[in-house]
């Protein structure tokens, strides 16, 4: 496995970070859904927030959804 992690907008020899995570997500979409732990309605946005700050609740990605 090879991890290509993305740090804002760095750049390097083969381009930006962010375009190389696109390009990894795109071929690869279950990896999106692997990292979203948690998902919520919009009308639970205090409880998504709240969610995201705490460490012991394991999030790694929490997702609002329309």
């Known amino acids: 496995m090879t991890v290509i992690n993305s740090y804002t907008y760095a750049a390097n020899a ?7 995570a696109a390009a990894l997500l795109s071929e690869n979409p279950n990896i ?6 948690h998902r919520f309605p919009l ?9 995201a700050q705490d ?11 329309p």
């Open 14 to 20: 083969t381009g930006r970070d962010v375009d190389a």
């Open 32 to 37: 999106a859904d692997t990292l979203s732990t």
């Open 43 to 51: 009308d639970e946005v205090k409880k998504a927030f709240h969610v």
């Open 55 to 65: 460490r012991k609740a394991g999030a790694i990605k929490v997702v609002l959804e």
